[in-house]
């Protein structure tokens, strides 16, 4: 291998993962979110912000949820996490109040879309 591969190859090794992180946009739509979040009712708990009558107290309020470090206090705020406690948040914190409301995988991926919009 002559030198000028060797030095590129390695100049392009730092970047050959770039892009292989999930956005919001391969995780679901965040239009199809909002109106999940009105279907299955999560502004009943939650305040969310743009939703309308999601005016929820019971709950914490979803605005900025996107910025926040950890979900229900316990899980790194990743996508993929956020679709876990959507679906099944008793399976993550068997004490929570937020009640399995059966969301579909898609579903629980495009309310977690439109969640990563609110920062």
Known sequence: M???VLVCLVLLLPVAG???EETTSSLGDPVKGKAAIAEYGCGS???IPDVPGANGRTGPTLERIA???YLAGVLPNTPEDMVRWIRAPETIDPRTAMPNMAVSV???RDITAYLYTLK
């Open 106 to 108: 898609g579903d629980a």
């Open 18 to 20: 770039c892009g292989s």
């Open 2 to 4: 002559n030198a000028k």
């Open 67 to 69: 910025k926040r470090t």
């Open 45 to 47: 708990c939650h305040a």
